[in-house]
């Protein structure tokens, strides 16, 4: 199981702890931030995109969106999500589960959008579609072994506090 995978592989950073499991589904942004009791942008979706043969991930706050002019700057490419099954082929993860941990793939590359800067903590899935992982922006930069952070979404029109749902 992908999330089993996840705690393992998180483990090597003393983070194993910080996942959660929920009874519901966690697989969109809005969802988890139901399941986890945060607002919508703390959620840090992991989009997968086709670069080549192999796949970069950005991971980007829950209230932002990709800017193609950006991605095409910073790739020398248009961006072009993965199918499903090319998701599970090359992050071992399922669409609604696929995290920067625990790669299938070692050619697959890490982001991270500067839009997660805004928070003590953010939470990106852990593997599956109904779990995710507690980390601190530079957490989530060491465990993901991301190659740098980048400015590569659209701009916030509203820039929300850190804080829970109430």
Same mark, same amino acid.
């Given at each position: 199981? #992908?999330?089993? $995978?996840?705690?393992?592989? =998180? %483990?090597?950073?003393? =983070? ?5 499991? &929920?009874?519901? #589904? #966690? ?16 959620? @840090? %979706?992991? !989009?997968?995109?086709? =670069? ?12 932002? %969106? ?8 910073? &790739?020398?490419?248009?961006? $072009? ?8 082929? !090359? ?9 920067? &941990?625990? !790669? @299938? ?10 839009? =997660? ?22 957490? !989530?930069?060491?465990?993901?072994? @991301? ?18 749902? %109430?």
């Amino acid at each position: 199981m #992908s999330v089993e $995978k996840v705690k393992e592989y =998180l %483990k090597s950073f003393g =983070l194993d702890d910080r996942v959660e499991e &929920f009874t519901q #589904s #966690s697989a969109t942004v809005e969802l988890a931030a139901q399941a986890a009791g945060v607002i919508p942008a703390m959620i @840090a %979706k992991t !989009l997968s995109f086709k =670069l080549g043969d192999s796949a970069v991930l950005i991971v980007t706050s829950g209230d932002t %969106k990709i800017d193609n002019p950006k991605f095409k700057q910073i &790739f020398g490419t248009k961006a $072009k999500m993965l199918t499903p099954d090319e998701a599970i082929e !090359l992050t071992g993860h399922a669409v609604g589960g696929v995290c920067p &941990f625990a !790669l @299938a793939n070692d050619s697959v590359r890490t982001y991270l959008d500067v839009s =997660l800067k805004r928070f003590d903590t953010v939470l990106p899935a852990a593997g599956s579609s109904s779990s995710c992982v507690r980390l601190s922006p530079d957490e !989530l930069e060491l465990a993901s072994k @991301a190659v740098m952070w980048a400015d590569i979404c659209k701009p916030i029109e509203e820039k929300p506090t850190d804080g829970e749902n %109430k």
